[in-house]
């Protein structure tokens, strides 16, 4: 049982450039998430997933992209990367059946540095 | 909106000092309240949390008490090891909104 997973740990992009995170997570949560942790802050709520066909914005959603086609993966899509998008990002997961108020679980981050 | 301030940091203790991190909280209705706690290099995992008022969240010798008139949620602990270095952060929970504090940064000395 692995939990959250994400990919890459760590990559460098150049201003413009698009990528992918990926987040799987094999716990059968209907819930997952996707959060930025900039140096010295909390984390911050980009978008999430309610289940499989199913997005909603977050707090910071400008310049992100998400889907949902599996309960499995939730993948964070940056079109045009610029230089703000360096941050840390957490995928998160959780069972709920009343929103966002359960616990959820993190998976290890995914540090990104936009130059 | 909804938002959470903690205590800013670091803290420094030895070891078998109590501990107290601050928390307090701003939210329209009647949010569920959370500690994470952050290892070195790690993802956030879940410390303890309440979902109602006077609600006592406790786990691993920390404990927070879910204070509606004060609108608090501060983490204790008695006597903290030097395996307790972490960053902890504050978070609250509406149905439809995740809120963090900007955390706290502990380290335990021997």
């Known amino acids: 049982n692995a939990g959250v997973t994400q990919t890459p740990k760590f990559r460098i992009l150049k201003i413009g450039q698009s990528m992918t995170l990926q987040c799987t997570q094999d716990m059968n949560h209907n819930y997952m998430y996707w959060y930025r942790q900039d140096p010295g802050m909390g984390l911050k709520l980009i978008y999430y997933?309610?289940?499989?066909?199913?997005?909603d914005k977050g707090e910071v959603p400008n310049g992100y992209n998400v889907s949902r086609s599996t309960t499995e993966d939730f993948p964070l899509r940056l079109e045009l990367a610029a230089p703000s998008q360096t941050s840390v990002y957490f995928c998160a997961s959780s069972y709920s059946a009343q929103g966002l108020r359960e616990t959820q679980y993190f998976g290890p981050g995914t540090r990104l540095l936009v130059l | 909106g909804d938002s959470v301030t903690q205590m800013e940091g670091p803290v420094t203790l030895s070891e078998e000092a109590f501990l107290t991190i601050n928390c307090t909280y701003t939210?329209?209705?009647?949010?569920?309240l959370f500690w994470y706690v952050q290892y070195p290099g790690e993802g956030l995992q879940l410390l303890l949390k309440a979902t109602k008022a006077d609600d006592k969240g406790s786990n691993k010798g920390f404990e927070a008490t879910y204070r509606k008139e004060t609108t608090s949620f501060h983490l204790e602990k008695g006597s903290v090891q030097v395996s307790d270095s972490a960053v902890y952060f504050c978070a609250l929970s509406a149905s439809n909104d995740m809120r963090f504090g900007a955390g706290t940064r502990l380290t335990v000395k021997p």
């Open positions: 997933s309610v289940g499989a066909g199913i997005t």
């Open positions: 939210a329209t209705g009647y949010p569920s």
